[in-house]
């Protein structure tokens, strides 16, 4: 039967049959779905409308490439890389598939031409922000590379209804408020209800031989939830790809529904429905400490479940022998978090597909791999082993068989030691006994991955080396990178403009190419225009913190910029410290030719984290003082910029002067946020940690103010020997600051407010080093003045950061990943 002659739905592909990416054709298909889409008159719509309308526009072009994309997968039969994170911070998406498309300007155009602006519009687009910080965020940059690099890459998570909370700060205390972002619906997303899966919790094991005389194990009576799955497109820049998305949602399931019907509980039966709908509702708002609530690990269990079936439900559609299955898949587990997806497989290989247990293993093992995004010792995830029991006893059972293959292969290496079996055991000893999802994502991938050089050595060195000694090579290094479409080309157009004007466009999918501005660093026209570039910035920013908070700020003034989660390790505290002691001195010294500063704090801290929230307090508190003395007036401002997100990262990173990357070495895995600022040229003040180390090495150590304390005298002082309270003692200003703050000196009427950030610091051991730090952290503040002041030298050293960041690029770190863990390469249809 020849394909042209066969009458059916193979007559309805589009292939190269795109809708026109001009403007008359975008206009046309503006106004199409005006009428059809929204049902509006042009004269009574909206600008969420207008807003819908071009998203849609959009998206119609979008779908066709998708199609031709997951065709060319099939095709192809390319091996796919299944990237499963709890968490994607992916932002808004119109000016994003519009820059990725190639059609912004053409957008922009017709908009005007129809009194309107893309400026505006989207403005009416919600975030979405299904994840908490640095961890989600890197999610949604390798999306955008893979796509860009044609990698046939998926991603896999949850679909929450109610994304991160909305920061609102009242009296200067943070109050969450939930983010109900599909409330206006979302024309990004397709519902697949027939992309349905069941998803079992609770019940009990029974064991059995088969007819074929095997011991086996079966799951039974428990109780089911279904996972459907909505999809998102992913568009690649500059190419045809566009990747999937895939996140899945809780929906009751029938058959419980009609066992409630037949006992005649109509209302019970609904009620429940909700409460099995309940599993998808909301993300988990800790960033960097786990959260063991029961909920979580169904979250955790119902997000895998669901992704294995449908992997494996795409690898048989094409073919018959499992054995086959690590040569056509990779699964990639960002974080633990989806790390139960390892005793998942086992289970459907050993339970469904019959395989005996090392041909699964083996399987597993090799499909495998694991980025491990932490080294705060609290933030290592595991869960009690009486929960697995009853919520999913075969898992529970697998990991115990696991467990004991794998400490059998211990003993066997290492006769007698029985201290290194509890170290590595995949089971924590205590009441109760806890299972530790990060020794089963070790031992059930083939390459597990730090996110930055430091992080990677800290990793073999420290907190896995029994690991390491085990299976050496295993634990490796890709470092972190961000995606310069979003983080330049949409974040920044102003300092985008300079680049295509002195380099052309190439950067945009080869951030090596910045390399060329070292040529230009010295050229005066150029440097006049980068600057002019950074100015608009400040201004613009300056405008919308006067627009939303009402508050001045002088856009001549350094911008000095602290934006991440609030984290007593992330150290905004030191922050704090030195913007008093700043102030102080101006008050003493106000004849002091000081350079005028205005320090710009955000970010968000988990609901549950009094300390954090407290921290945001002192800065609101100290911003009042700050800001209403005429003593300091245009010297010292400091904001506290609410709400956090990607959308106000593309607002505040452009404008950046100065970027505070100062957590404790040996804290900060890797760090994003230091990318995205050095990309934009502002010049790092931080402590050797995470990336920040390479980004020193990238830009240079003369562009690059660096302080404190490196992680082996951290970890020195940390361990013992180290005494917070004569440190201050010993230092005037910092006693006179630490007594301000305990005095009441911010908290007039409320002296006892910051006493337990105080006890932290004086009486609990100050475990992040703030005291240790605090005179660097001054001196290094003092370069930066000194640096400043010199405008043309302090330009110069931005834009050799610009120049020599395009390392950071995501791009470099999506193909480190494909080539040397996943094993995929590049599946273009264009
Ligand atoms: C990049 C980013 C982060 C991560 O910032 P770090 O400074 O690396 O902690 C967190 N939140 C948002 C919204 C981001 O864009």
Known sequence: MSETSTPGPGHLQLKHHYLGLDPASLKQSLANHLAYTVAKDP????????????AHALRDRLIERWMETTRTYYRRDAKRVYYLSMEFLLGRALTNSALNMGVHDECCQVLAELGLSLEAIRETESDAALGNGGLGRLAACLLDSMATLRLPGYGYGIRYEYGMFNQHIRDGWQVEHPENWLRYGNPWEFPRPEVLYPVQFGGRVVEYTDAAGRFTSRWVDAETVMAMA????????????????????????RELDLRYFNEGDYIQAVADKNSSENLSRVLYP???????????????????????QDILRRYLSAHADLR????????????????????????????????????AWEITVATFSYTNHTLLPEALETWPAPMLERLLPRHLAIIHEINRRFLEQVRHRHPGDMERLRRVSLVAEGDPKRVRMAHLAIVGSHAVNGVAELHSQLLRERVFADFEALYPGRITNITNGITQRRWINQANPALAQVLNAYIGRGWV????????????????????????????????????????????????????????????????????????????RIRRHPETGWVPRTVIIAGKAAPGYRLAKLIIKLVNDVA?????DPAVSDRLR???????????????????????????????????????????????????????????????????IEFGLDVERAAALAGGGHDPSALAAADGELLEVLEMIGGGYFSPGAPERFRPLLARLLEEGDPYLVLADYRAYLEAQERADVEFRQAQRWNRMAILNVARMGRFSSDRTVREYAERIWGVAPAPHD
């Open 286 to 308: 800790n960033d960097a400490t786990i959260c063991g609530r029961e909920l979580r690990l169904k979250q955790e269990y119902f997000f895998v479940a669901a992704t294995v």
């Open 624 to 628: 009042d003082v700050v800001n209403n």
């Open 43 to 54: 004269l009574t719509a909206t600008e969420r409308d207008w807003f819908t309308v071009t």
């Open 230 to 253: 909505y999809d998102t497109p992913i568009p690649g820049f500059g190419t045809n790809t566009v990747n999937n998305l895939r996140l899945w949602t809780a929906k009751s399931s």
């Open 509 to 584: 999918s080869d951030l090596d190419r910045l390399g060329e501005l070292e040529a230009l660093a010295d050229d005066h026209a150029f440097q006049a225009a980068f600057a002019a570039a950074k100015h608009s910035n400040k201004q613009r920013l300056a405008g919308l913190i006067r627009q939303h908070l009402g508050q001045e700020v002088d856009p001549e003034s350094l911008f000095d910029v602290q934006v991440k989660r609030i984290h007593e390790y992330k150290r905004q505290l030191l922050n704090v410290l030195q913007i008093i002691t700043r102030y102080n």
């Open 324 to 359: 086959g299955l690590p040569e056509k898949v990779a699964i990639h587990l960002n974080d633990t978090h989806p790390a139960l997806a390892i005793a998942e497989l086992m289970r459907l290989l050993l339970d469904q597909h019959q395989l005996d247990w090392a041909a």
């Open 638 to 704: 400091v904001v506290f910029i609410p709400n956090y997100d990607v959308t106000t990262a593309a607002d505040i990173i452009p404008a950046a002067d100065l970027s505070e990357q100062i957590s404790t070495a040996g804290t900060e895995a890797s760090g994003t946020g230091n990318m995205k600022l050095a990309l934009n040229g502002a010049v790092t003040l931080g402590t050797l940690d995470g990336a920040n180390i390479e980004i020193r090495a990238a830009v240079g150590a003369e562009n690059f």
